[in-house]
């Protein structure tokens, strides 16, 4: 007896070829799960149009005064940074380097020396 006696000896069974696969067949969508669906996509509809009449500010009188304030000191900052040239923020800067003490002066390196 050789080692390839106890091998079966038919041919591969594939998934989704032959008889066996043959036999079942996709099933079709009915009126009746459309149905369902429309009325779950309107029951959505109802629901998201109640949640946003239903919005209630939850925040205190001292978070909207925050908030009020945060947003008109950044309004400030940002007409204050639009007002300025290129030119003017480096006239400005150069301004601020001369006020400067030489401790903050970068030394001159030579490499030939």
């Keep these: 007896m050789s080692e390839y006696a106890i ?3 038919s041919s591969l069974k ?7 696969s043959a036999g079942k067949k996709k099933k079709k969508k009915d009126k009746e799960s459309k149905h369902r669906l429309e009325q779950v996509a309107t029951n959505q509809n109802d629901e998201e ?3 946003k009449k239903a919005y ?12 009020k304030m945060q947003e008109k000191r950044q309004m400030e ?3 204050n940074k639009a007002s300025k040239t290129h030119k003017h923020r480096v006239e400005d800067f150069n ?6 003490t030489e ?3 970068i030394p001159k390196v030579s490499w030939t020396k």
């Design 103 to 105: 401790h903050y002066d």
């Design 95 to 100: 301004r601020h380097l001369d006020t400067l």
């Design 77 to 79: 900052r940002i007409l």
């Design 14 to 20: 594939l998934k989704g070829v032959g008889a066996i």
């Design 56 to 67: 209630v500010d939850k925040r205190t009188p001292a978070q909207m005064a925050f908030d």
């Design 7 to 9: 091998a079966q000896k």
């Design 49 to 51: 149009v109640k949640a």
